[in-house]
C-alpha cells in the first residue's frame, strides 16, 4: 500500500516543479501507478516557449519516471472495458461547482463510493468512481450523455472515447498552477468500488430525472459535405461576402461577442466559405473575438489552443447547420415552426402506430402481401427526415436513403415505388412534383396520416435546436433514429454477413428486459422455425443472450467485432463513399447540361467581355476526343478528389 506522506517545504524539503502540491511527483507518480488501468498514461505537450499546453497527445509509459509536463489517466483497460467513471466538469460550458455537486447528491443517494477533486485553478470539478467490474463502453456512453443532458458543465468526451478518453488523476499537477485536489480521501477510488450493478441503476436514476438520450447521427443532410480537415461546410464554390457582411467581419465585436460571432459564420458559411477560411482570420478578425477570449467579470482573458478549437468548432457546426436548414428564400423567424413540429409529429406517430400494428404486412416471407422488411426501414427513414426538417414534404434520394438503413440503392428504389403505389393495401407515402436537375424526387406521407396542405419546401437539413418542444417530438426522433443504427450495420448488410432477417431480430430485441419468441415471431412476422434458428445464430455471435422469460439485445459496440471476425467491417463506409461519388457526377454532368443550355456563354477561342467565368460553380466537365462527354473520366477525377478540392462542388 502506498502511504502519502504530507511534505513540510519550510523544513527544506523539495517540492514538485509545480509549485503547490503538498506531495513529492514521486509520490504522486505512484500513486497514479496504482490506479492506472493501463500501463501508459497520456502526457502534455510542451511548446517551444516552455510552455505546457492542453494536449495530452503523447503515451508514456508508468514503468518510467515521472514525466516533465502533466499527465492524464486512462479510464478503460486494455480491452478497451471502463474500470473508471471520471465526470469532468469544465467552468466555461456551465456552473461547474453546482453541476459537481449534483452528480456527488445522485452518487449518494446510490450509496457508490467516489471521490471529487477540484481539478485545477479554474475551479474545475471532477468526480471519480472506481468499477468493480469493467463496464460495456456502450453502457458508459449512454450514462455520459443522459448526464450530459441535465449537466450542462460536463464534458462527456472522456466516457466517449475507450480507446483514449483520459483525466489527470488526484493530485496530478495543473498545467499552468495547483493540481488536482481531492475532497476527501483518495482511497474511495484506491480502497472501495461501485456495487456490481450500479451503472444500471445510475441509467434508471438519470431517465427518472428527465435526462434524454440525443438521436443517432443519420446521413449528412442534403448539401453539406465534409472537408479535408474533417470539417463540415456547404457544397458550392466559395463566393465573396456582402459589403455589410464584410464590414462587420472587420468592425468590432461589440459587447456582444457571440452573437456576433454567430452573425459572421453563418454569412460565411451560406458563402460557401471552409472552417480553414475562418481559421485564418481568426488571429486577425476583431468579429471573432468571442473565440479567441471568454469574459471574467468586466475583462476578456485569452482562451487556450484547446479552447479556441473547440469553441470556434462548434460554433461553425451550428453555423454550417443554421444555413442549410434556413435557405436564404425563407424568412429566419419561422413563425410557424412550432405548430409545424406539431402536425409532422402527429401525422407520423399516425403512420408508425399503423405500420407497427401490422407486423405480418412487412413480413418478407409472408406470400399474401407483397411488403418486406425493407419497405419498412425506408417508411422509417422517410418519417425521420419529416422530423428532423419539420416539414411534410421533404426530397430524399436512394443514396442517402441506403446510407441510413443499410440496404442497396436497388432495394431501396423498389421500396420507394412500393410504399407509394396502392397495391393490396393503401399506400403509405406519395410522390410530390418532379425530380428536377440535382434535386431528388420529393415525398409525403398519404392524406390519410395527414390532411396538411403541400408545402414545396426541398429540404433535407436538420432544424436549428430547439429545446423547449414537446417530448414527444424528440422521442419519436430518437426512436426512429435508434431503429435505424442498430440495423443498419456491416454485420447485417455486407454480402457473407449475418443477414437482414438476423438484423430485424436484433433490433427488435430489447436491451433492457427481455422478448419471449412468441413476442419476437409476432412483432417480426417471421415463422417461428426461422425464428429459433436465427436467434440461435445470434446468440452464437454473442449478440443476443439468452434470460430467464425470453431473449435480451447485448452492447451494439459487440457489432464491430463481430464484423471484424466475419471479416466484412468497413463494407457499408465503402459503399457510402461510392454512393458520395456517384451523387458528385450527376451534380457535375446536370450543372454541365445546364451550361450548355446557357446563351451567350464563353467558348473557346472566344474573347470574355469581363473576367468573370460563366462556370461559376464547376470546372468543364471532361470530354474526349470526339467532344462527346467522357464519364469514365470524370469518376476518376471525383475519386481523386478533384470536386472536393473546391474546384466545383455540388449545391
Known sequence: MIVMVVRNPSAGETVDPFGVSPYTLDE?????????????????????SGEILNEYDRLWPLAESAPTTTWAMLLADDDLRYRYLCFDFDTNSGNARRDAERMAYWLSELNVPHLLCISGPSGGRHIWVRLLEPEDAHAVREVALLAKSLLPSLDPQPLLNPAAGC??????????????????????????????????????????????LPAPQTALPHGITVDEDGQLRLRGARRPLSMK??????????????????????????????????????????????????????????????????????????????????PRKTAGDDAGYRDRVSTVTAAVQKALARADALPGLWATHNGRVGGTHSQRAVLDALCLYMLQSAQHVVEADVRRLAADTGYGRTTVHTALRALAQDDMTSPWIERVGEPEGPHAQRYRLHPRFSTEELRQDRTQA??????????????????????????????FAAPRSLGRTNGLLYKLTPENGVSSTSELT?????????????????????????????????????????ARRLDVDGYLAERRRRYDEERLIWAWWQAEITWMEKKAKHRRGRRPTHFESDRADYAAYPRGPTRRADHAQAARLVKAGFLERGLALAA
Not at 34 to 41: E, G
Not at 471 to 487: D, S, V
Open 167 to 212: 483525466v489527470r488523476p488526484p493530485y496530478a499537477p495543473h498545467r499552468t498552477s495547483g493540481y488536482s485536489n481531492p475532497v476527501g480521501d483518495h482511497g474511495a477510488i484506491s480502497e472501495h468500488s461501485a456495487p456490481d450493478g450500479f451503472l444500471d441503476q445510475l441509467h434508471v436514476l438519470l431517465g427518472d430525472l428527465g435526462a434524454e
Open 522 to 562: 409476432l412483432r417480426s412476422g417471421v415463422s417461428p422455425e426461422m425464428i429459433r434458428r436465427r436467434l440461435s445464430q445470434l446468440s452464437a455471435a454473442g449478440l443476443i443472450s439468452r434470460e430467464d422469460g425470453g431473449w435480451r439485445r447485448l452492447s451494439p459496440t459487440v457489432r464491430d467485432f463481430v
Open 245 to 326: 457582411m464584410e464590414a462587420v467581419l472587420h468592425g468590432p465585436a461589440g459587447t456582444d461577442t457571440s452573437h456576433t460571432l454567430a452573425r459572421v459564420l453563418i454569412a460565411c458559411a451560406d458563402a460557401r466559405w471552409g472552417y480553414r477560411d475562418i481559421a485564418e482570420l481568426l488571429p486577425t478578425a476583431p468579429s471573432l473575438e468571442h473565440a479567441r477570449t471568454r469574459r471574467i467579470g468586466d475583462r476578456r482573458v485569452a482562451r487556450t489552443t484547446q479552447q479556441v478549437t473547440k469553441v470556434l468548432t462548434a460554433a461553425w457546426r451550428y453555423a454550417v447547420a443554421f444555413v442549410a436548414s434556413n
Open 28 to 48: 504522486v507518480w505512484a500513486l497514479t501507478r496504482r490506479l492506472s488501468p493501463r500501463a501508459d498514461v497520456r502526457v502534455a505537450s510542451r511548446a517551444a
Open 462 to 491: 436538420r432544424m436549428r435546436a430547439n429545446h423547449d418542444l414537446h417530448p414527444l417530438y424528440r422521442a419519436t426522433i430518437r426512436e426512429i433514429g435508434t431503429r435505424l443504427e442498430l440495423l443498419a450495420h456491416d454485420v
